[in-house]
């Protein structure tokens, strides 16, 4: 397979080639009627040289004949390469490591992040990132566009998320990120295993190890009551902060809590301990946080705005995104905090 990007130039260099060399022949007043008159056309053009005309969703690739990838297909795609990923916001370089980890470097500013990747029992290709789209993991089916060397990503609902193309090796020199210790997930790790066969010989895709059976919650117990251990009623709290919007936390013991997407909307927690919670798009819209402890919790697009975050403290957080328009900050911690994109908050 030829593995060669198909993204070699830059939107500006194309635009420069498209425009500016036939001024150098166009007499002065033919000049200003070719800028006022071409400029916007000529943009919209190279953009649509650029994009290649990409199918905007998998219905409309399936019909101009695009190909799904299986799941050893997409590892074998992936897996110590790179790929150029492009989108309408978004262009960057990511290398895909043997053992799961991601190193990325943006073409726009720059910015580099890490994360990891995996394939799922659904033949989808899963990417996290550290920062960018704020830690989620996401899934995508894969796409070979008929005839070409490009690759198509598509999100659940069939829209276009991305376009591919990919390089042999770590082509752009991205500093590698070595995982440590980290179990393997989904599929990858069992086609990992499989390098030392014949590819030519699709591999046996094996289900995804089955997810150990939870233990069950513990039954509602009054914390006043005989008989409840510190522990059940700590799974307790933590379990009724999910969904308890306005309620009485003070001084809760929430370390390590699940509170993804959890409505907290004016809760009292004033004097709770979060360390390390897990409140990524967390709304905590004029909650009372007043004194608490939220040492490396992971925040990413919480909503903070006109919260109480006197005295608090967020040494280590990612608050990346999060938005505390309107909050009470007064001698609050914020040392060691990842801050980009937040709202509200003076850097």
């Known amino acids: 397979m030829n593995l060669t990007s198909a993204f070699t130039s830059r939107p500006e260099e194309a635009l420069k080639s498209s425009y500016t060399k036939p001024l150098r022949h166009c007499p002065l007043h033919r000049r200003k009627i070719l800028n006022k008159k071409t400029f916007i056309p000529l943009i919209i053009l190279a953009l ?23 799941a050893e297909e997409i590892f074998n795609l992936v897996s110590n390469n790179t790929l150029h990923m492009v989108a309408s916001d978004f262009d960057a370089f990511v290398f ?54 490009r690759y198509l990503l598509f999100t659940n609902n069939g829209a276009l998320a991305f376009t591919i193309a990919v390089s042999e090796g770590n082509s752009q020199g991205i500093k590698i990120i070595t995982k440590k210790g980290k ?23 094996a289900a995804p190890a089955s997810a150990p059976t939870p233990a069950p919650a513990p039954d509602p117990v009054a914390t006043s009551g005989p008989g409840a251990s510190s522990e059940e009623i700590s799974q307790t709290v933590k379990s009724m902060a999910k969904d ?23 809760a009292d927690l004033s004097g709770a301990d979060l360390s390390r919670a897990n409140l990524r798009r967390a709304n905590l819209e004029g909650a009372d946080l007043s004194g608490a402890t ?3 919790a992971n925040m990413p697009g919480a909503n903070l705005k006109d919260a109480d975050l006197r005295g608090a403290d967020f040494t280590g957080a990612n608050l990346i995104h999060a938005d505390f328009t309107d909050a009470k900050m007064d001698n609050t911690v914020l040392e060691n905090t990842l801050r980009e994109g937040t709202k509200g908050l003076k850097q």
């Open 48 to 70: 649509l040289v650029l994009s290649g005309c990409a199918a905007s969703s998998l219905s409309t690739a399936e019909n101009k004949g695009a190909t799904p990838l299986n």
């Open 96 to 149: 895909c490591a043997q053992d799961g980890t991601l190193s990325a470097r943006s073409m726009i500013n720059n910015v580099k992040d890490n994360g990891g990747w995996d394939i799922n029992s659904d033949n989808k290709l899963c990417l996290k990132f550290s920062v960018w789209y704020y830690g989620d993991m996401n899934c995508f089916s894969v796409y070979q566009e008929a005839g070409k060397d």
């Open 183 to 205: 179990e393997k997930t989904f599929l990858r790790s069992n086609l990992e295993r499989d390098q030392g066969t014949n590819r030519s010989h699709p591999a046996p895709v």
């Open 244 to 266: 308890c919007p306005g309620c009485n936390l003070r001084e809760a013991d929430l370390r390590k809590a699940d509170l993804v997407g959890a409505n907290l909307k004016g």
């Open 294 to 296: 939220l040492l490396s």
